[in-house]
């Protein structure tokens, strides 16, 4: 049996998260992953390691969401907390 994909692992992708991840190019692999998986080409062992693959970089996309909107909720507190200074 082959496999379609690379050998980049989401793994690999999760460790580098904090250097070069970045989520456009991470929701553009999912959109590749639906695509080969919507094609019809692939075989069922290769669908299932897609959707895999998927399924770990749409966590990661949430997981950098998530901290995100914590950013701007601390951000927006912080604000709100600071006297008028104007």
Sequence with gaps: MTKSRDAKS???DTAQHQENW???ATVAKVEV???KIES???????VFDEFTAATEYLRQCETFL???QQQMDLL???LA???DSF
């Design 33 to 35: 992953i639906i695509n």
């Design 81 to 83: 907390d600071e006297p």
């Design 40 to 46: 019809g080409k692939l075989e069922l062992a290769e």
């Design 76 to 78: 927006i507190e912080t």
């Design 10 to 12: 989401p793994a690999i």
């Design 22 to 24: 970045n989520y456009e």
């Design 66 to 68: 998530g901290e995100r």
